[in-house]
Every structure is written in C-alpha cells, then in structure tokens.
C-alpha cells in the first residue's frame, strides 16, 4: 500500500509558467509535509515544508497548499524558470520518519 | 553535501559478497537514514538511527543491516549482495524526529553482477 501518492510523473512547463505538483496521503498520524528537489547526479535538497495546522506556506516562487481534510497537498511553482528544471519529491514524516513520494520530473522549456 | 559525505560514491560488486557503505556527518545530528532511490519508486527507507547503538528497520530492511558506534558514522552493510539491491543508497541526518527535514548526502551508486 502506497501512503504517499504524487502526481503527475512528468511536467513540461514553459518558462513564466506555473507548475502543479499534487500529493495524497493516507495516514492521519503524518504530521510534517517537506518537499525536495534533487538535481541528476546529487542528493534531493530540503526545498520547502508545511505542518498540517497550516494551509499554506510561500517560500519565494514556491508555494505549499495543505488540505487536512483531503488530505491532500500540492507544491506550487510560479514564474517557473529552465534552472527549476529537477526532479520533485514530496514525503510525510512521522516520528522522523518520511514517506516518500515516486517523484515529479519537471521540465521548464525556455 | 556539505557536513555529511558518502563512500564509496560509485562501486560494482559480484553477487554473493558483502558490502558495507559508510555515511559519515560533522554534524552531530542524532537521526540518521539510509535510502535507496529506484526509478519509480522513489526513495524508501531502509534503516534508521536515532542514537548511537539505537536503530531500526525500515520499509525495505531484509538483506540489509546497519551499525552506529559513533554519532558520526552509521554503516549500512549488505550481507549477501543480490541483483535487486543495485541502486543508488542515500544517507540522510536530522537534527530532531519532529517538525524537520533531512540534509542528504551524495548518494552511492551499488551496481551488483
């Protein structure tokens, strides 16, 4: 059973665009939401992260939205730029540990 | 990364032989991870560290093992290397169970023939 779920598996996305990348879990007892965002060849890279009693938190051009209710949460990517183009994991941790998501390769076309 | 490294970062086996990966911080961070990252699974955890001597399986563990003497080391030994286990191994730290994210390192890349 797969608790943490991503989507899509790929985006291309225009530079200036803005790029969506969904998650779901399942298991209520999560209660740390970070993502990461790995280049070929290295480790993935703390990009962003949300508690559950938050709805959303901005970073910059990055954006985590959080639905408790759905549980469901989503990374948000404005004015998406070529140097964005990685690979982007969510994952949901509890006592340390962190689910992971099968990752989002994302695409900025110049 | 900087204050936690991975070695080997690259190595080729033969199946049926061990081997151990080191994962070695300067952080004095007390949560340590190992992962392995397989396409279209992304990463899952194999074994973790919350103290030194303290560890635990994770999602993936069999065939593998792990130890940590030190708060800087944590090994991840695999008994008898199979095919299914070549993968690229990730070691993470964190500073706290709670509210806090990992620094991985490099990554080493285990190829098993």
């Known amino acids: 059973q797969q608790q943490v779920k991503q989507s899509p598996q790929s985006l291309i996305v225009q530079k200036g665009g803005i790029s969506i990348i969904n998650c779901a879990y399942e298991n209520t007892a999560f209660d740390y939401f970070p993502w990461y965002q790995q280049f070929p060849g290295k480790g993935p890279a703390l990009l962003i992260a949300i508690r559950p009693d938050v709805s959303e938190k901005k970073e910059g051009r990055f954006t985590i939205s959080f639905n408790k209710s759905a549980k469901q949460f989503s990374l948000h990517i404005m004015d998406s730029q070529p140097g964005d183009s990685a690979t982007y994991f969510c994952?949901?941790?509890?006592?340390?540990?962190?689910?992971f998501g099968d990752g989002t390769t994302l695409t900025v076309k110049p | 990364d900087a204050g936690i490294t991975q070695s080997p970062r690259h190595k080729v086996t033969e199946t049926g032989t061990p081997v151990t990966l080191r994962c070695h911080q300067t952080e004095n961070h007390r949560y340590m991870y190992w992962y392995r990252q397989d396409p279209g699974h992304g990463l899952r955890l194999i074994h973790y560290?919350?103290?030194?001597?303290?560890?635990d399986k994770g999602e993936v563990s069999d065939g593998y093992s792990v130890s940590r003497s030190k708060t800087e080391d944590f090994l991840l030994t695999l008994e008898s290397a199979t095919s299914s286990q070549t993968s690229v191994y990730f070691c993470a730290i964190s500073e706290t169970a709670f509210n806090y994210g990992y620094t991985f390192g490099s990554g080493t890349r285990l190829t098993v023939v």
């Open positions: 560290s919350y103290g030194v001597k303290d560890t």
């Open positions: 994952a949901a941790s509890f006592t340390g540990k962190s689910t």
